[in-house]
């Protein structure tokens, strides 16, 4: 999505971690922000200096050194949510003279921000996971009521960079979208594994049967990405009436199976979720 002129304002980037980084990367390889568009705040010197050095991008250190004279940039936190309390309160004056909030941080809602900021912020939560790393990730984004079409737009193109984007209307649902799509990267690298380790018990070479698990999920994954077919229907097609996949399958979805297993998981995901956020 190559950027125009009046499509994305100026970038005003506080981190560079993993999930910064990601989206640096994806902005700039797709032309979504041009780089004298960004400007980094970044603490770790070392860090600071590879994108600089790398993309002649604006780099600092304190966030009082562009707080004035930059205009109305959007701010997009990506620091970790337990230093914000330290973080946000340094971009109030942004936020009172107009700059749209962007944040990534888990757990942090808008009625955190606008405590901080002011009730007349215009603020959005995302909730990207770990995949925008590669371009594929899934972000999930709410606005509070001072967010515009416009603004919306902007969220959608700077997250649209590093993979999917949805919105959902109610915040609450945030704490699922985190349980469902933050946490669940991990869920799918354990199965990889978890297979990986059956295959080895049933006398694969270890190396062998972690080849097959990762190969069969990422091959399963992008099936379902692009058949028109829904995922049960896919797991019937693979499964013949009593076949070695039907005899699998009356194990895992068992009363006590992968079903039971999967709600109770994302249950207690949502519930720490909800504690996270206070």
């Known amino acids: 999505m190559a950027v125009k002129e009046e499509d994305i304002p100026r970038v005003l980037l506080v981190g560079a971690g993993k999930m910064g980084g990601a989206l640096i990367d994806a902005w700039l390889e797709r032309q979504t922000v041009r780089p004298r568009d ?102 999930v984004l709410y606005a509070n009521h001072n967010v515009d079409s416009e603004q919306k737009r902007q969220c959608e193109v700077l ?54 698990a990762l190969a069969t999920v990422a091959g399963a994954a992008a099936l379902a990405e692009q058949s028109t077919l829904c995922p049960s229907i896919l797991r019937e097609n693979v499964t013949s009436p009593g076949g070695t996949t039907e005899a699998a399958l009356k194990v895992l979805l068992a009363d006590d199976g992968i079903r039971s297993l999967f709600s109770e998981a994302v249950r207690k995901a949502v519930a720490r979720s909800k504690e996270l956020a206070g």
């Open 38 to 139: 960004i400007v980094l705040i970044e603490p770790d010197v070392v860090r600071a200096k590879y994108f600089r050095e790398t993309y002649s991008l604006y780099t600092f250190e304190d966030p009082e050194a562009v707080n004035t004279g930059i205009g109305r940039p959007i701010v997009l936190f990506a620091v970790k949510p337990q230093t914000m309390d330290e973080v946000a309160p340094m971009y109030r004056n942004l936020a009172e003279q107009g700059s749209l909030i962007l944040s990534i941080a888990a757990g942090k809602t808008t009625n955190y921000y606008e405590k901080i900021l002011g009730t007349e912020s215009s603020i959005v939560r995302a909730m990207p996971n770990t995949p925008a790393s590669i371009g594929k990730g899934m972000t």
């Open 159 to 212: 997250m649209h960079a590093v993979g999917e984007v949805r919105w959902v209307e109610n915040e609450e649902l945030m704490d699922a979208v985190t349980a469902v799509s933050g946490s669940g990267p991990a869920y799918v690298f354990l199965l990889i594994e978890t297979l990986a380790e059956a295959g080895t018990e049933a006398g694969l070479d270890p190396m062998l049967a972690h080849d097959l």
